[in-house]
């Protein structure tokens, strides 16, 4: 597996401490895996755009998390940082892998929630609430990154949040890295959250 490198970044390796109501099926995912996607839409910062119901006929979909370890090692004089981070779970299910299921890409990544690194994880956590601008020129805020330096150039897997009253929703998926157009995901999402459980999932991710 190769891993992307640089040292441009802002974590570098020196810093450590379809049926009958309309609904659609994504393909390539067994029956308990399928999301469904209804026809009707809701309104999330005045952008129509679609929610997202599970097999299980689910209104809105859970936002959880699970731990995510890049083991390091260090061989020929080529150093691989050792990171532990955060993998979201949507459904209980892993998000990176279905990010990376459909890109058809390599799966070295860690999440934006890192463990050492408080200050990122803060920053991160403001984005995803929409407490401040997005970092990326598409407007996408940034779920899963380069494990050595964390910086877009080597690659990145975003999303655009929205908020209603209401709800969050996480929609358009895209790979990115600063210097190319976005590679857009379209076979992953939207996901929409009932606002106060993604508050606290996001909160608790951030405290990780």
Request: net charge negative; glycine share 10%; proline share 4%.
């Amino acid at each position: 597996m190769e891993v992307l490198g640089g040292g441009r970044g802002k974590f570098s390796a020196a810093e450590e401490g379809a049926d009958d109501c309309g609904l659609s099926a994504k393909s390539g995912q067994s029956a308990d895996e399928i999301w469904l996607v209804p026809t009707h839409d809701v309104v999330c910062n005045s952008t129509p755009i679609q929610c997202i119901k599970r097999f299980a006929g689910m209104d809105t979909s859970s936002l959880t998390f699970q731990q995510l370890f890049r083991p390091g090692s260090a061989s020929n004089g080529c150093t691989v940082a050792e990171r532990l981070s955060i993998d979201f779970q949507i459904n209980e299910r892993s998000l990176l892998s279905a990010l990376v299921m459909a890109a058809g890409d390599h799966s070295d990544f860690m999440g934006c929630f890192v463990k050492g690194f408080p200050e990122q994880n803060k920053q991160s956590s403001s984005r995803l609430l929409l407490r401040e601008p997005a970092e990326t020129e598409s407007g996408r805020i940034l779920l899963y990154i380069c494990p050595e330096c964390g910086d877009i150039g080597c690659g990145a897997y975003a999303v655009s949040v929205c908020q209603n009253d209401d709800c969050f929703t996480w929609d358009s998926f895209a790979y990115e890295n600063g210097y190319e157009e976005p590679q857009i995901i379209d076979v992953v999402g939207p996901f929409t959250f009932e606002k106060h459980a993604y508050e606290a999932a996001i909160n608790d991710a951030a405290a990780f």
